[in-house]
């Protein structure tokens, strides 16, 4: 990106603002937007080991892609304020969560195997291209685990064990039941207003940023352990 075109949208030149402003975001996106899907990713996956697979170099490059993202809606007229609220961000809320109830079942179900890719993650690309189909698909597989989460029972896997490794399992098996009844509660409100506000059959680049933000910024709600 050339220099003239960062003065340009940060000075807010009329008639170049926007021009400038569409540029910096579409090149952003095209070239951060796999770094920022993995780190995405990481938040849903907790484990040091997928952490670890990013140095400081990749985490510095991530943040200042996000405020270069942040910089950029700004300059067009898409405020955090307003853009939370529409489905594009939503959409990315709803990946976010899915993958942590998939997280959930794989360590109570699978007894801890986590597969490369976590079903919101995996769905990410075609939300880009057409968020509607993506959910279609998604609501197909998500409809397992959202059974599973809606059945499962807490007492079902008491806080003891035979040894100290046995102890752990249970206990981190015990928290992922208790997660995934709280992804729960955060889901089905965010359905619903998806369902009232409509899903967009496609993205364009402000729409793609939004969808990238909100599956970076899905609220995050620990599991309550009783």
């Given at each position: 990106?050339?220099f003239s075109e960062v003065l340009d949208m940060m000075l807010q030149k009329p008639g170049k603002t926007?021009?400038?402003?569409?540029?910096?975001?579409?090149?952003?996106?095209?070239?951060?937007?796999?770094?920022?899907?993995?780190?995405?990713?990481?938040?849903?996956?907790?484990?040091?080991?997928?952490?670890?697979?990013?140095?400081?170099?990749?985490?510095?490059?991530?943040?200042?892609?996000?405020?270069?993202?942040?910089?950029?809606?700004?300059?067009?007229?898409?405020?955090?304020?307003?853009?939370?609220?529409?489905?594009?961000?939503?959409?990315?809320?709803?990946?976010?969560?899915?993958?942590?109830?998939?997280?959930?079942?794989?360590?109570?179900?699978?007894?801890?195997?986590?597969?490369?890719?976590?079903?919101?993650?995996?769905?990410?690309?075609?939300?880009?291209?057409?968020?509607?189909?993506?959910?279609?698909?998604?609501?197909?597989?998500?409809?397992?685990?959202?059974?599973?989460?809606?059945?499962?029972?807490?007492?079902?896997?008491?806080?003891?064990?035979?040894?100290?490794?046995?102890?752990?399992e249970m206990w981190e098996k015990y928290k992922a039941v208790w997660e995934a009844k709280d992804i729960?509660?955060?889901?089905?409100?965010?359905?619903?207003?998806?369902h009232r506000q409509g899903i967009p059959q496609c993205c364009d680049d402000v729409m793609k940023a939004?969808?990238?933000?909100?599956?970076?910024?899905?609220?995050?709600?620990?599991?309550?352990?009783?």
């Amino acid at each position: 990106t050339a220099f003239s075109e960062v003065l340009d949208m940060m000075l807010q030149k009329p008639g170049k603002t926007k021009t400038a402003a569409e540029h910096i975001l579409s090149l952003c996106l095209n070239h951060a937007s796999s770094l920022l899907l993995g780190l995405g990713e990481c938040q849903s996956r907790r484990t040091d080991k997928d952490w670890r697979t990013y140095g400081d170099k990749e985490r510095l490059i991530a943040l200042r892609a996000v405020s270069i993202i942040g910089m950029t809606l700004y300059a067009l007229g898409s405020k955090k304020e307003d853009y939370m609220h529409e489905a594009a961000f939503q959409i990315g809320q709803v990946l976010a969560l899915a993958d942590r109830l998939h997280r959930c079942y794989c360590t109570v179900v699978r007894d801890g195997s986590i597969p490369p890719n976590l079903i919101g993650n995996a769905h990410f690309n075609a939300a880009l291209d057409s968020p509607e189909k993506a959910l279609a698909v998604l609501a197909e597989r998500f409809r397992i685990y959202q059974g599973w989460a809606e059945t499962v029972k807490p007492e079902s896997y008491p806080k003891k064990g035979k040894n100290a490794t046995d102890k752990h399992e249970m206990w981190e098996k015990y928290k992922a039941v208790w997660e995934a009844k709280d992804i729960l509660s955060l889901y089905k409100p965010l359905a619903d207003r998806l369902h009232r506000q409509g899903i967009p059959q496609c993205c364009d680049d402000v729409m793609k940023a939004h969808l990238l933000l909100g599956y970076l910024a899905a609220e995050e709600k620990e599991g309550e352990v009783k």
